[in-house]
DNA sequence: CGGGTTCGGTTATACGTATGACGCGCAGGA
DNA sequence: TCCTGCGCGTCATACGTATAACCGAACCCG
């Protein structure tokens, strides 16, 4: 019967609660430092001065208290647009993702958008659906005017388009040796796959195949090399390479071919984890139990990553850290400075999807 | 002196390159509406309504098309900031989300976000990590001032924390009596686990629990209704219900214990996609197939639907468009309509995860 | 032929903030 | 006594755009 008996709890019985809110349904104006300086008994200009802490040796200690107060008992927040005017910047920093609902990129775009708040700026996701493609002016589209791109795994040829806004740029997970970035933000990935192949070894593995991505970019290309290199450190080259889009289906398909093959693989590592979880689907359907018959790896560790039975062992990267390491470079870029590259630390985690080689078939 | 009387110089002559980009790494200034009028030989105000498409009958054909080459040439962008601060608004909405990497959030955002992008104005998601929680001034964190602030999905109580900056608030997957909010767009969730449960019943399940989401929130307290109300008008009522946190591992734990009542249900409906994973766990530990033993039922269509080995069949929710409409609402509010509620239907997608119920054990 | 009306533009100004350029009063030194 | 310097603040202005107010000229109609 009653479904939101808490819902009708007086909040509000009296018109206001004296807070900060200037409320009034429609048309209350916002306090502006002008409104302010008057509450206070002192000028515009010092308002600005206080509330933005330049005020050190400029203004007495109580007057600025007074200043704070004035502003907090009025609820004023300044206004964003007209200090962004005043002071050159447009506060907002594009992130250029290959796909917008990949749950990698939402973690990217937490990172950064944290980190941006903390400097009153603001970080808009890249509205296409799909890539950047023919580049449909991403700023254009973005629509803002925007003080730097950050961009994330892109293909070579999709970051062209991207230059030609003499914009600053920073590149996440991408050629560090790309002249077009100011910056680069790299998960130390290499090392990802060196240990995903060192724990296959250890546990005996010696037929093992790559499920990679059926992506051309600097990221892909770095595992599929590392991987190769570890393996061959240890004289026990790959067996195979196959390629898939980023697709559940599609590398359930394109792992069952790479299973037929003999004599049959007993590890296949996935260049991420949406593969991985293909190659399982695959593995269940040949008849294969994981990690009994055969193991998998990912990369990424996703939600799916411990959705899927068993979970995955996969490589932890670290997604918000990567937006908040290159929002702050990119901050550093507009400040005048050249940060360079920077590579973060990955997390090799062992799961249910790994195991001891199969013994009879070797 | 003024000190960039000398800017002009060059007006028309080959300091600056052909093509749209100012380029020049540094310090190219952006070309303003008053460089346009200058190269178009007309005055600013000229420019600013050629460009805003105000101008039939006030500019003649000829100069309204001399002006868009000039900005053209030029490479002109408007200012957002300045446009901004003359014309009121601050272009920037916020979204308030319980979680920022979850990926039924980022469609609506993405969905929001197109939209917004049409009108030249910006979605910022709320960048708490943790739900709204003790509500640390989303206004301020969000680093901009809004012109208004659309919530999906959030507990009461959270909701109220939103209130108070008089701001116009659109609702999403909330409860449409809600007082608070200007406009409320909801997903036909009941009609979906209507589906759900009409499904079930059809395919000769009587033994039915419900594993739901421990989130006292309308959408999810309308889905147990739902669920119920359709099982009890077939004479088929509900064994059992349970509460679990939208956690996979959680989940799986909670699920163990429904399954192993007496006698065993044959089918459990999940209030959203990452119990229902869960819930395939839970039975495999329990060495129950999927769907021959225990049929599994989710809601939202995840990527992890199709990720996991049976795919979920799950009632498909529409995430961006929820996120389109609610920001298409909250934009006729801002310009002083009263949209109301809106429903938008849902999809049923059967998948493998169900099937017949089993025989021998009724 | 003169007064309205329309067409095709311009001028001036305001939006709210940040900041360089100025006081102004007072203490201290010459 | 006057000048200097310093501590405290204020004044004025510019950022780039949108728009109300205005204005000359051509046109139209009686």
Redesign the pocket.
Known sequence: MDRRSEATTGDGTATEPAGPSPAGAAGA??P???DVAERA??????V??V??D?WH????P???EAVREAARELG?R??LA??R????GTGTVLLVVPALTNEFFARVHAGAAAVAAERGMSVVLFPSPEGIGPAPDPFASAGATLDGVIASSMASRALRALRGGGLPLVMLDSDPEDTEAAATVNPDVPDGLRRVGGHLLAAGHRRIVHLAADIDTWTFRERGRALAEELASADSPLLATARAALDVREAAAVAGKLLATRPRPTAVVCDDDVLAAGACKAARRAGLRVPEDLSVTGVDDLALATAVEPELTTVRLPAEEMGGTGMRALLEVLDGGAPGTRVLPVRFVPRGSTGPAPTGSG
């Open positions: 104006p916002r502006t430092s002008r008994g002192v000028s515009q200009a010092t600005s001065l509330l933005r330049r040796g400029r203004v007495s109580p007057r600025a004023y300044p206004n007209a200090r005017l005043r002071s050159g």
